[in-house]
């Protein structure tokens, strides 16, 4: 089940604009992952949400690279989904099944502006097939981020792009998630929203 869409940039307050300027919806201000060296945005779709995540001016360099590849990047880039789920251990079994490399449960906290919040990831160890594999969530009593995240944006369109979509399609099947994945030379992701003011594709 989708639980977010992760839009990775090198400037946060430079991927807002644009998005606000496409779409007509300004990201609200999420707030800062301590430690990790990013902060984020957010847009609600409903029940689920996008998030602009980069870089956090406030904090000193991390002692390891950003998450998603954000220290690489020139410019913002749609980079993978997240799945909800409650129960994190499935997850890491069903990926060992499969040869997928899964992390144990990764306590996170996150100071929004009105509330902490707490959850667990459990994240992907090796290829994520172009961000066509998610990585996964548990909010447990944290009430979720897009009930509070500014609304208007909705999900016209998002699947993946594969050379062997149909192996793709049996991994993520493996995982207990679904996802359109069509047959490309390049693996990725393609995400297309719409807001008041017109359409975009995520890049």
Known sequence: MLDHIVLATPDIAATA????????????????HVGRGTRNRLCSFGDTYLEIIGPDPDQPDPDEPRSFGIDDLDTHRVVTWCARQHDLASVVSAGAGVGLGYTAPVAMRRAAPDVTLDWHLSLPTGDTEGGILPFFIDWGDSPHPSSTAAPGLSVVDIHGVHPEPDRAISLLVALGESLEVVEGDLARLVVELAGPAGRVILP
Do not use: F, K, Y
């Not at 604009?17 to 800062?32: K, M």
């Open 17 to 32: 604009g644009w998005l606000a300027d496409a779409t007509g919806v300004v990201a609200s201000e999420g707030g800062p």
